[in-house]
């Protein structure tokens, strides 16, 4: 699988289902996928962090509690142990039972799907460089020709530079929640192709300054067909979804 990571994408969909289709589905897992292909996503995004033997699974919070009937650090707890736990009775009766997947279990149900998907690394704290070294490497090894080529994302300006030593050829985003004025100083330093930005927090000026670098922008998480309109006329080319049925 090879890209040049820093050239603008043609394949990737106006509407990605954010952590699956999470407001229909536990986020980040198996089900949840398969709810987004349901509801007419082509593409999904979800979270990998490390397990304490460093498997990579699919969970977005630094503590298990939220999202699972667990307790404590994810980086805390062996793959085994976290294997045991429910990830889906939180969200719906019907759900109980549900694993956290592994990330090879993940890209195996993605390919029966055929869906394409954007990796977010998403450390536990203090882990950010052996997560997008690990990430990385398995994204590059286990990604099937048959799916549109693997976006690996971050808010963790390490974990995308470990990443981008390990699989340079795996394409890169830069994730921000508040977007810095050296901005494109660390696009260009990490080779990214894209900025993932927040829609409360993208500015007019800010989507200006984007189009004039020539810099694609997709937006997370628009739940609202109307900002979804207001976004593209603003010039995004990818809005996150927890509803993809609404833009499908």
Known sequence: MTSNSTAPRTDVPR???????????????????KKAKELGARWVE?????????????????TLDRTTNGTGLVSEKSFVELRRLDAGAWFGPEFKGTAIPSFDQTIAELTSLGLGANVEIKPVTGHERRTGQVVAAQTAQLWPASLPPALLSSFSLDALEEAMKIAPQVDRAILWWNIPEDWHDHHMRLGASAAHVSAKKLSDRQAAAFRDAGVPFRVYTVNDPADAERLFALGCETIFTDYPDRFA
């Open 15 to 33: 509407m990605i289902g954010h952590r699956g289709a999470a407001a229909h589905a536990p986020e980040n897992t198996i089900p949840g996928l």
């Open 46 to 62: 979800f979270d990998c962090m490390l397990s304490m033997d460093e498997v990579v699974v699919l969970h977005h919070d630094d």
